[in-house]
């Protein structure tokens, strides 16, 4: 049954081509998927790389969350500077993996070129530098009720010109029988949602998605997954590792698709 009020007409991730692009767009699906997207050996190989490089802790979150790269999410503030110098050794970092493995960050631009037409790019902000874009990334306890959405977090940054922000998430390594789900809600963040927010976290209270629908993600392995991340979501804690590899992805007003994590 679909809940008063929602704007998606199916509670099914759609399969990436053109049409399921603009309905996500709209926010009329809840997610797209692209299935298949890498082979088991490819996602272990990745995983092995990356494991023998070493993932570090987010700073100041609870649960914990473990990553390779940079974030802009963590120099929110002032600290813009400090992000693109990271970024910078983060990209080597990046390189070394993907070189010794393969590279999901150019698959995904071009299975995005393909599929919307549209030109695809790392975001670069003229002033500043380039972004760092693919997380390799670590989600094993869950993440609080959240959303990443640059023009609420970073409105001081290049990347909050924005007008619709999707993440995309290759599931490298996953439990099968506790994969660890993505809920996503059919509820967008707007300025006054602000007194939701659990003051020192990421984190915003339960109330803020009441009476939303609800879409529930059961990650697979090799699959990408993309969805609108102004929209409140939450990851459940996993039974094992739960490694992917992510980033934000923006639309322009000017027509590109720009990446960036
Ligand atoms: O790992 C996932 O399934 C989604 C994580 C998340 O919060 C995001 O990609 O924005
Ligand atoms: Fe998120």
């Known amino acids: 049954m679909t809940p008063r009020g929602s704007t998606w007409s199916v509670f099914a991730a759609q399969e990436l081509d053109r049409n399921s692009w603009r309905q996500l767009i709209r926010n009329e699906i809840p ?6 997207f890498a082979t088991p050996e490819e996602c272990a190989r990745l995983v092995e790389r990356a494991q023998a490089i070493g993932f570090e802790a987010y700073k100041n979150v609870v649960p914990p969350i473990d990553r390779i790269g940079a974030t802009v999410f963590e120099h ?3 600290d813009v500077s400090t ?20 590279s999901p960050l150019e698959r995904l631009m071009s299975r995005l070129r393909e599929a919307t037409g549209a030109p695809v790019q790392i975001a670069a902000d003229p002033r500043r530098g380039t972004y ?14 959240h959303i990443d959405y640059a023009p609420a977090e970073q409105p001081d ?11 995309w998430n290759l599931y490298l390594e996953l439990d099968p029988q506790n994969p660890g789900r993505t809920h ?21 209270s339960r109330p803020v998605v009441e009476g939303a629908a609800k879409y529930t993600l059961r990650p697979t392995l090799g699959d990408v997954y ?24 923006g639309t ?3 027509g590109r698709i720009v990446l960036w994590s």
Do not use: M
């Open 184 to 204: 996503v809600f059919n509820r967008e963040w707007v300025p006054e949602d602000e007194v939701y927010k659990l003051a020192g976290t990421y984190g915003y």
């Open 83 to 102: 992000y693109f110098a990271r970024a910078e050794q983060c990209r080597a970092i990046q390189g070394e993996i993907f070189a010794q493995s393969f």
């Open 157 to 167: 940054w290049w990347v909050a010109q924005i007008q619709v922000q999707l993440a």
């Open 31 to 36: 997610a797209v998927v692209i299935r298949g």
């Open 252 to 254: 322009h007003p000017d």
């Open 226 to 249: 993309i969805f609108s991340t102004r929209n409140y979501h939450e990851v459940d804690s996993s039974g094992g590792h739960r490694t992917t590899v992510t980033s934000a992805i």
């Open 132 to 145: 760092c874009a693919g997380l390799i990334r670590r989600i094993e306890n869950g993440t609080l009720l």
């Open 76 to 78: 929110n503030g002032a």
